[in-house]
């Protein structure tokens, strides 16, 4: 009777048992799909992350160059304004003065 219990007892725990490894067995593939899914999700962020590094570099890139022929230009303005002033400020200075003498 004693063997019969124990037998008993022994026969529930490994049902119990069975059960507790095809619960976890589940839960494990469960896991391992997420786990694909992450390595998809991560896969597609590392392509993003590299494309807007990319843009970001070329935006820099165009960036400078526009600084540059704006620098360019603003010198190339400058010197046209200089020699607007030495063109303007050479024949009107005297008579600018001849009028302010005459006015007098």
Same mark, same amino acid.
């Given at each position: 009777?004693?063997?019969?219990?124990?037998? %008993?007892?022994? =026969? /529930?725990?490994?049902?119990?048992?069975?059960?507790?490894?095809? #619960?976890? *067995?589940? !839960?494990?593939? #469960?896991? *391992? /799909?997420? $786990?694909?899914? =992450?390595?998809?999700? =991560?896969?597609?962020? !590392?392509? /993003?992350?590299?494309?807007?590094?990319?843009? &970001?570099? !070329?935006? $820099?890139?165009?960036?400078?160059?526009?600084? !540059?022929?704006?620098?360019?230009? &603003?010198?190339?303005?400058?010197?046209?304004?200089?020699?607007?002033?030495? &063109?303007?400020?050479?024949?009107?200075?005297? *008579?600018?003065?001849? #009028?302010? %003498?005459? %006015?007098?």
């Amino acid at each position: 009777m004693i063997f019969y219990l124990g037998e %008993a007892v022994l =026969f /529930a725990a490994l049902l119990l048992t069975s059960l507790q490894v095809l #619960r976890m *067995r589940r !839960e494990l593939q #469960r896991m *391992r /799909a997420y $786990h694909a899914e =992450f390595q998809q999700v =991560f896969g597609k962020t !590392e392509t /993003a992350l590299a494309t807007i590094q990319a843009t &970001i570099r !070329e935006l $820099h890139a165009s960036g400078r160059d526009v600084l !540059e022929e704006l620098g360019q230009r &603003i010198d190339a303005g400058r010197r046209l304004a200089g020699d607007l002033k030495q &063109i303007g400020a050479g024949p009107e200075t005297p *008579r600018v003065a001849g #009028r302010k %003498a005459n %006015a007098a």
